[in-house]
């Protein structure tokens, strides 16, 4: 059974940093990839970035390339995948996801993914 667990998100002020963490399990055959992505309030859930199991090659949509870092920690039984956002700005205000991707390359399109998390809470403010 493939499960999913976000954790470290809060409340922080701008220009702050955050990592959050992913831990996956439940499918650590095949090709695979585990993206982030962020709701906000009123808005349409967004890809954020995604690292591939295979060659750990990542992938960032634009708002958040230089200032957000992905990695993963890939250990026997659990993955775990961190993403690293700093420079914080209150836009990046918003419930953030972990996914998986099962088969091979990368995406940040939500229709691709097969798993979901049940979010963490990133709320950047003064």
């Known amino acids: 059974q493939v499960q999913l667990v976000e954790s470290g998100g809060g409340l922080v002020q701008p220009g702050g940093s955050l990592r959050l963490s992913c831990a996956a399990s439940?499918?650590?055959?095949?090709?695979?990839?585990i993206g982030w992505f962020r709701q906000a309030p009123g808005k349409e859930r967004e890809g954020v970035s995604c690292i591939s199991s295979s060659d750990g090659s990542t992938y960032y949509a634009d708002s958040v390339k230089g200032r957000f870092t992905i990695s993963r920690d890939n250990a026997k039984i659990k993955n775990t995948v961190y993403l690293q956002m700093n420079s914080l700005k209150p836009e990046d205000t918003a419930v953030y996801y972990c996914?998986?991707?099962?088969?091979?390359?990368?995406?940040?399109?939500?229709?691709?993914?097969?798993?979901w998390g049940q979010g963490t809470q990133v709320t950047v403010s003064s």
């Open positions: 996914a998986v991707l099962r088969g091979p390359g990368l995406s940040l399109r939500v229709s691709e993914y097969d798993y």
């Open positions: 439940g499918f650590t055959s095949g090709y695979y990839a």
